[in-house]
């Protein structure tokens, strides 16, 4: 047995946070020096690796020079039916105006971070209303939200094994519940390689197997890493084949004029995924911001940029045309935000994916 085999190698397997997924099965194990090289041979261990942290929640821009007092106004939420979304982040803020729009959960015994709570806030604005227009009188939410703080402060005992943890507690919910829609703005700070798949991967990649569910994921804000190394490809879990992968553009599809943003991660996905990220969308970049209600406030917005912001922008104008057209399924929904995303002339997939989606729904009409 491994685990016979690791203990006489004094290697540890913590089997108790074991994941199994269709014929793989993923287990996190604590070793000293070079202990996991003797085990190495046995002949059904695929790879060993060391275990990633989870990316910062630090947006990658914000901008000081947009960060202004408005005077929005929210309606309140008067349908208790309302189409619900679920967002795993650090936790956030609900402001009174966002009462019954946004409902915050947790798990007990756990403690969120200010920087985890902010950054979950600012996805709740993206997903709620897109990059807000600061001289509009009101914003009118396109869903409610259900946000689970996955990522909390871990005990310095449980602290390496924080990504087994965060995939649990998204694994439980997602099975636990019907949601038609999900957002991931986390993820391991981990470049994807053609050669191994990822326990957060392959968890949701079966998750979503059955299609009755649209997962955006934002796909990483390390494009200016090195290219040639790899280090600037799509974080995991963005190779999932069955999420809708979101990079960042510098403006809306139906502009003039847009790219994608700088820090945008970038392709090509695994096999059979090829062309990640699926589709930009909007994420902001220094010289045009993507503007969000500040964390703990609905009189003030802020100018931010990320691809955490892209993806929730991208999932409203899916539940968009959700609300619009009720017979059309989470997979016919990914297949025409793909199909109708702007392209260039001269389009690079690597880069764009697909193209980029517009902000106005009757592009998609």
Not at 3 to 12: F, G, Q, V
Not at 222 to 234: F, K, P, T, W, Y
Request: proline share 5%.
């Amino acid at each position: 047995k491994l685990n016979d085999l690791a203990s006489s190698k004094n290697i540890e397997l913590i089997l108790d946070k074991r994941i199994h997924t269709t014929g793989l099965c993923f287990i996190p194990a604590y070793a000293e020096g070079n202990n996991i090289d003797k085990i190495e041979k046995y002949s059904f261990l695929r790879v060993a690796r060391p275990i990633p942290k989870l990316r910062e929640f630090t947006p990658l821009y914000r901008s000081h020079s947009i960060s202004e007092h408005v005077n929005i106004d929210i309606p309140e939420c008067q349908n208790v039916d309302y189409r619900k979304v679920a967002v795993f982040d650090g936790g956030c803020f609900v402001p009174d105006k966002l009462k019954g729009w946004v409902k915050s959960y947790g798990w007990p015994n756990t403690t969120i971070t200010q920087d985890g709570v902010n950054h979950g806030s600012q996805v709740n604005s993206a997903l709620l209303f897109g990059s807000i227009d600061k001289d509009a009188k009101i914003l009118t939410p396109s869903t409610t939200i259900d946000n689970y703080a996955v990522i909390t402060q871990e005990t310095q005992k449980e602290s390496p094994y924080q990504l087994f943890n965060v995939i649990n507690k998204i694994k439980q919910v997602i099975e636990d519940n019907d949601y038609e829609f999900i957002n991931l703005s986390i993820g391991p700070e981990l470049p994807i390689d053609d050669n191994e798949v990822h326990v957060w991967t392959s968890v949701l990649d079966e998750l979503l197997s059955n299609g009755k569910t649209l997962l955006t994921v934002a796909a990483g804000n390390n494009g200016e890493c090195d290219v040639l190394s790899g280090n600037a490809r799509i974080q995991v879990p963005s190779d999932a084949v069955n999420a809708l992968s979101v990079g960042a553009s510098t403006n809306h599809g139906n502009e003039i004029y847009w790219d994608r943003a700088s820090y945008s991660a970038m392709g090509p996905g695994r096999m059979p995924g090829k062309v990640k990220p699926d589709i930009l969308s909007f994420g902001g970049s220094m010289d045009k911001m993507f503007i969000a209600l500040a964390p703990q406030s609905t009189d003030r917005v802020e100018g931010i940029a990320g691809t955490s912001f892209a993806a929730p922008a991208a999932l409203r104008i899916a539940v968009m045309l959700k609300n619009n057209f009720k017979d059309l399924t989470p997979l016919g929904i990914k297949s025409l935000l793909i199909h109708r995303a702007f392209r260039k002339k001269k389009h690079n997939h690597n880069e764009c994916g697909w193209g980029c989606i517009s902000n106005d729904i009757d592009d998609f009409v």
